[in-house]
């Protein structure tokens, strides 16, 4: 079980506002002390984005990831998006920044986020071939989400002992039960 933090610094999609740091500090600290330690992270979910354009700049932002956790090792770091179809410049600085930081002892594991089945495999030959196992692939997965794209992309993570990791299975609150009307996707507490 984790718990996905895009809505706790995304000012444009969910409204974050600095007021909310004390509310989130505090279901931060209850689900650590109810054991959970899987929070799904991402450049992305605030209000900008960094480009890693290097591979150095991803191993800097792993580097400085361990340092905000106060670790020497992150359990597992994954690319959050392909960047194949606007900037394969880019995809190619990530990947080779993604193994370098399995490399360099920065994570345990590597995986990806929001990858098909193509991409999937082709990331997964490229890290082979560097040695580095690719260890999850995070998709959208719901009952509501099982399209012939998700599901293909499910069958390639199987088939290559790639694990998948879910995120939204609740499809964004709406298989919840807690949809309240006049809200996008509100989940209750």
Known sequence: MGLGTWSWGNQFL????????????????LVVQRGLNLFDTAD??????????LPSLVVDAAKASCERLGTQQLGLVQLHW??????????????????DC????????????????????QLHAYLSKRGVPLATVQIQFSLLSRTPLVLETKAVADELG????????????????EQRRGTACSVGS
Request: charged letters at 15%; one cysteine or more; hydrophobic letters at 40%.
């Open 82 to 99: 392909s960047a194949s179809n606007y900037a394969p410049w880019q995809e190619l600085a990530q990947q080779a920044g993604l193994a």
């Open 44 to 53: 992305s979910y605030g209000t900008g984005y960094p480009w890693r354009v």
């Open 162 to 177: 790639i694990r998948l990791i879910s995120y939204s299975p609740l499809a964004l609150g709406l298989l919840s039960g």
């Open 102 to 121: 399995y490399d360099q002892g920065l994570c345990k594991a590597v995986g990806v986020s929001n990858f098909g089945a193509k991409r999937l495999r």
């Open 14 to 29: 969910w409204g974050y506002r600095q007021e909310q740091d004390a509310e989130l500090q505090q279901v931060f600290n």
